[in-house]
């Protein structure tokens, strides 16, 4: 049989790769990959968005001298199948080239490594006059006048990447500027998330520093660690050929026990509900999020569960994650591992959205009681137990009392069940906190209503602890313990 060797068209196959479907918050994403790789510690991005507008990725890695740099710019430059460093974030050998041209039609990468400086470029209209994979190579004189050269000469070794000559941004854009700043918005909030275990202090350190046009990129932590009613469910290991799946489940609060910072936080990256589900690192870089895997349907109750799956880079393949670094797809082999995980952790999401955050105690005594009328079919009734209640069921006449009994089934009928749900559904904060000396009166009526019905203050006192309302307040019980001391 005899063969022939057919070489694509450079220009042919140059562009038909920029249309692959990076955003330009991911190829951003792509490019810091490479910096994270070479051990850079600090990455700055420095940018304008006026004309001729640019974006530089400066870094302090351990650069590459020019065998590597060539290497780095040549079109598949690894085989995805070959064993990788534990650390490297790559896997194709194209993400630098096909990240950074899907964006801009000049791509410069300029190196330092051992005292010697080598920079390279791939324009896009010189393969396109050529049609011939015609890389530029930089003398010491011409890398003098590159944006941000001189923020490169700082590090004793590094790497710049420069984009230039936005075409697609441009075309047909009636504001380009606006264009260009919305995008690096964008491409900071991506950051922020996709690399916030790099970005989160370790111990008194940062362990990488991201900076756009001098301004620290903050973390943002999908699981709101920091805060104290976030749950962190127990953590399960699945071994799998080739390494071991790290499986860590979270519950978020209800919105209204988050802070300022974190209701922005959680905005940053769009709202709860269609953030929920798995959230899949690769070493640490989080791949891809927001989704259940078809294991389950979204849905407003399980809206604050989220859980975090450290993969590492030796078994990605399983999870055919793309070019990208921003799809994957459940590997069969632990479908059923996680389901029972999901569903575990589900669980753990209603109650919180049921109750706001509350731990649940199946002993407490609510105000609301929930009741099922008939199967799936629920309706709540004010509790006409409470000590407060008997009072008034005692000392009204019988008039009286069916008028407060007329009263309280008109608001249980009118309950704003649609409305709550509504609000809720939109992220909308409903107050529901009263001011301690608000609860504190409300806990002197109900001790007073409690002895006049023969109740000791302290049993009263140790009831109310029982009683949803005042549980959650336990410096208002320890003020009726003080005030009722004496009785």
């Known amino acids: 049989m005899k063969t022939e060797q057919v070489i694509p068209f450079a220009s042919n196959l140059v562009e038909s790769t920029r249309a692959i479907g990076y955003s330009f918050e991911s190829a951003v994403a792509d490019v810091i990959d490479n910096s994270i790789a070479k051990d850079a510690h600090s990455i700055d991005l420095y940018f304008d968005s006026m004309a001729p507008r640019y974006l530089a990725i400066v870094d302090n890695g351990s650069g590459m001298n020019f065998d590597e740099l060539i290497q780095a710019m040549r079109y598949g430059s690894q085989n995805s199948s070959d064993d990788r460093a534990e650390n490297d974030l790559g896997r194709f050998g194209l993400g630098l080239k096909m990240a950074s041209l899907s964006q801009c039609r000049k791509l410069t990468v300029v190196s330092k490594k051992d005292g010697c400086v080598n920079g390279a470029r791939w324009d896009l209209d010189l393969i396109y006059d050529t049609n011939d ?274 009263l309280i089934e008109m608001i249980e009928e009118a309950f704003p069940y649609a409305d709550v749900y509504m609000k809720q559904a939109k992220e909308q904060d409903i107050k529901t906190g009263a001011e301690e000396e608000s609860i504190f009166r409300v806990g002197i009526e109900n001790v007073e209503a409690a002895k006049k019905l023969g109740i000791s203050p302290s049993l009263a006192i140790k009831n109310l602890a029982q009683l949803d309302y005042f549980a959650q307040h336990k410096n208002v019980l320890s003020r009726l313990e003080k005030e009722y001391a004496d009785e």
């Open 133 to 406: 994979w015609i890389l530029q190579l930089f003398t010491a004189d011409e890398l003098e006048p590159l944006r941000c050269f001189d923020k490169l000469q700082g590090f004793n070794s590094g790497t710049l990447v420069l984009w230039e000559d936005f075409d697609r941004l441009e075309d047909g854009a009636a504001d380009p500027e606006r264009v260009f700043d919305e995008k690096i918005q964008l491409a900071r909030r991506h950051i922020g998330l996709v690399f916030h275990r790099f970005l989160e202090k370790d111990g008194d350190a940062t362990k990488i520093r991201i900076s756009m046009n001098g301004m620290p990129v903050i973390p943002i932590d999908p699981f709101l660690r920091s805060n104290p009613a976030t749950q962190r469910l127990e953590e399960e290991l699945i071994p799998v050929d080739g390494g071991v799946i790290k499986v860590k489940p979270y519950i978020l609060p209800y919105r209204s026990k988050l802070s300022n910072k974190e209701k922005a936080q959680v905005t940053d990256i769009n709202d709860l509900r269609q953030e929920q589900g798995f959230y899949v690192y690769r070493n640490k870089r989080l791949i891809v999020w927001g989704t259940w895997f078809r294991l389950v349907k979204s849905g407003e109750l399980n809206k604050l569960a989220r859980i975090c799956i450290d993969i590492p880079n030796s078994i990605d393949s399983m999870w055919n994650i793309d070019i990208k670094k921003s799809t994957a797809a459940l590997p069969d082999s632990i479908k059923d591992k996680l389901r029972n995980i999901v569903e575990r952790t589900v669980g753990s999401s209603e109650r919180v959205y049921r109750y706001r955050g509350r731990k649940i105690n199946d002993s407490l005594e609510h105000v609301w009681n929930l009741v099922e009328e008939r199967e799936k079919t629920y309706r709540y009734y004010i509790n006409r137990d409470l000590p407060i209640y008997k009072k008034l069921e005692k000392n009204l006449s019988d008039d009286d009392l069916k008028t407060l009994s007329s």
